[in-house]
């Protein structure tokens, strides 16, 4: 009887667990979609309205956690990025770490450039949605390009 039902508990956990992970990817897929399109009202929704932890590829120190803001997208410059090779790992129920490449062009007033990166990222449930709660940006040295924001400056 106890082995069946560690069996029917295992299971069960398994496929919440990648239930979860399969929501992540498509909200991640969503996230995306509004950075690259700059529709910032989107990616303020599918941020923590408690702030997010975030840290730049630049090289940058860590940022304090900070509510996102239209304006502050606006600064970020412009950047056209595809993400690859999606990883998600069900922390806890209501935790999913994520982990991908991304490759594009960002730049500013312009003046576009290459970008690679490596990502990760933890995404929490939050009045039931998924949403990012911390990113982490980090020079892919496949490549050695990274590129500095003007906003990074600014504090």
Known sequence: MVIIMSISTF??????????????????????????????????????????????SDGSF???????????????????????YPETTAITDDVVHVRFYSEGMVGNDGKMSDYRTRVTMNWIKEGGNWVLSSAHYSPASYGGVHKTQASDFED
């Open 11 to 56: 299971g069960f956990a398994d496929n919440h667990a990648a239930a979860s992970e399969a929501e992540v990817l498509k909200a991640l897929s969503a996230y995306m979609d509004a950075r690259n399109t700059r529709d910032f009202k989107t990616v303020i929704a599918m941020s923590s309205k408690v702030g997010t932890l975030d840290t730049n």
């Open 62 to 84: 860590h940022k304090p956690q900070a509510k996102q803001t239209i304006e502050g997208w606006e600064k970020s410059g412009d950047a056209i990025t595809q993400y690859y």
